[in-house]
């Protein structure tokens, strides 16, 4: 799960704090994007669903809700201990489950599905450990399911990159630093947060940036084929230039 003997920075990064610093990130912004996955027949109800990285449950909740079997699957606890509670009007359960990316406890081909969503990849440091998550999916997918892999769109990310904001959320200051790193491809931030009683809490993330042509090849040394690209969670078209999202939609071979 490391990438050192030291916990790397996502070990400790998603606790409850995490829920209160991405709030817009909400239920419906969730739903929305089921509905057009559903819709678009990009995700089918054919077999149980994978919500890899599954945060707080939202996605997995909104397929549920669609009759999908599924099951989520994370590392935090705060994050599956809010999943819970999210899941649980979902209309069928939610199979939750902790754990690391790069090992899935799942049998070969037992998903027909797997989605991955809000830039839940590229956390470790080496590519090599990053690529054999994109495995471990190809792994445990049926031949011809789809895998959605959504991520930032990380060219115009670090094209308009802001080295330093502040906002205010009721009481408290959020300072945000970041940085790419050219060499090694990954955008870091660092979060500092400061609360009306003076206690400061810091964050650090870092994330890979990948572009279209890298992510393709990625996902065709997994096992993928027949990549296609999105721009937005209404399935608009990619444009490295203004695009908010790079989401990527592979089967397995």
């Known amino acids: 799960m490391a990438d050192s003997g030291q916990d790397p920075w996502f070990v400790r990064a ?16 969730a739903d929305a994007t089921i509905a057009w996955l559903t819709g678009s027949g990009l995700v089918r109800a054919d077999g149980p669903v994978l919500d890899l990285c599954c945060g707080a449950g939202r996605h997995g909740s ?30 069928r ?23 991955h969503m809000f830039t839940a990849f590229g956390y470790f440091a080496r590519d090599e450990h990053n690529r054999s998550v994109l495995r471990e999916v190809a792994r445990t997918l049926r031949p011809g399911s789809r895998y959605v892999l959504d991520l930032f769109n990380g060219p115009l990310i670090v094209a308009q990159l802001v080295p330093e904001s502040t906002t205010t959320r009721d009481t408290t200051t959020v300072r945000e630093a970041r940085a790419f790193d050219a060499s090694t491809r990954r955008l ?9 009683d003076g206690h400061v809490d810091r ?18 040394d997994a096992g993928f084929h027949d990549v296609r690209v999105f721009g937005d969670y ?3 078209p990619y444009d490295v230039d203004a695009s908010p ?3 990527f939609i592979a089967k397995r071979a």
């Open 62 to 91: 909104a397929l549920a809700k669609r009759g999908f079997t599924v099951h989520g699957f994370d590392l935090s606890r705060d994050l599956l201990h809010h999943a819970r509670s999210t899941t649980l009007d979902a209309g």
């Open 93 to 115: 359960p939610v199979r939750l489950v902790r754990g690391s990316m790069d090992a899935l406890p799942f049998r070969d081909a037992a998903f027909a599905t797997c989605i």
């Open 188 to 196: 870091e931030k660092t979060i500092e947060i400061t609360h009306d």
């Open 245 to 247: 999202r790079l989401v």
């Open 234 to 236: 209404a399935g608009g």
């Open 14 to 29: 998603f606790d409850a704090g995490y829920l209160a610093r991405y709030a817009h990130r909400d239920r419906a912004e």
């Open 203 to 220: 964050r650090f993330e870092s994330v890979r940036v990948l572009d279209v042509d890298e992510g393709t090849r990625w996902l065709c």
